[in-house]
């Protein structure tokens, strides 16, 4: 079952600009991923927030989670050519069922040139 | 360099006979897991594996069987594949359940 849901499904900038992606959950989760993938290809693990952190970075991207809007955010700063893929948010399962993560629909992202 | 293989890329096979997509990672890590991808519905986990001789099922394991002899190994093997199981197959592994995953390059499956 789906656990994430991002939003928007899909997203269209200017290189040079920011990028902010959305991510939704239902259930109580131990932390929440960030991947992306380039058409076709494997997902790359881009960042992972806990469930007690609020803010994480790395690099040009910055996440955050609000636990208790079961909701995460990724921004992508200074957007590049390169950046253009679908960003997935993923998240645990604390709550039983089957083991491992979720996976929303995905973001697509452009940045055009 | 640490990876995930998936073999083959690409496979054309007809409704009924048996294949297998190989998995290999060469990471040492405990948990391994197959997942789906289809268009408007995301990924969806088949079957998992929290270490040797130890798998599960995931949220669409009908029609799949998995095996974790070795732990490096994790074989997804269509029995009697139909053309419902047209997919992008991805496998996957992690130092534990929930750690940041490592995914192959996919498998592109068509079932005719």
């Known amino acids: 079952s789906q656990q994430g849901e991002e939003d928007p499904q899909a997203l269209s900038i200017q290189e040079g600009e920011n990028a902010t992606m959305n991510c939704s959950y239902k259930t109580s989760i131990n932390n929440l991923q960030w991947y992306r993938q380039n058409s076709g290809r494997g997902l790359v693990h881009l960042i992972l927030?806990?469930?007690?952190?609020r803010e994480k970075h790395s690099g040009r991207l910055r996440v955050t989670l609000d636990t208790s809007k079961k909701s995460s955010s990724l921004l992508i700063t200074a957007s590049r050519a390169a950046d253009t893929a679908s960003y997935f948010c993923a998240t645990d399962r604390s709550g039983g069922g089957a083991d491992g993560l979720t996976f929303g629909k995905g973001t697509h992202l452009i940045i055009q040139p | 360099e640490a990876q995930v293989t998936q073999n083959p890329r690409y496979l054309i096979t007809v409704t009924g006979k048996k294949l297998t997509v190989t998995c290999s990672q060469n990471?040492?890590?405990?948990?391994m897991s197959w997942y789906r991808q289809d268009p408007g519905l995301g990924l969806r986990q088949i079957y998992y594996s929290m270490n040797v001789e130890v798998t599960d099922k995931g949220d669409v394991p009908e029609g799949y069987k998995v095996s974790r002899k070795e732990k490096r190994n994790f074989p997804l093997i269509l029995e009697s594949p139909s053309p419902n199981q047209t997919s992008l197959y991805f496998c996957a592994s992690s130092l534990a359940h929930n750690s940041p995953l490592h995914f192959g390059n996919g498998t592109r499956l068509t079932v005719t």
């Open positions: 990471m040492n890590h405990e948990y």
């Open positions: 927030i806990r469930s007690n952190e």
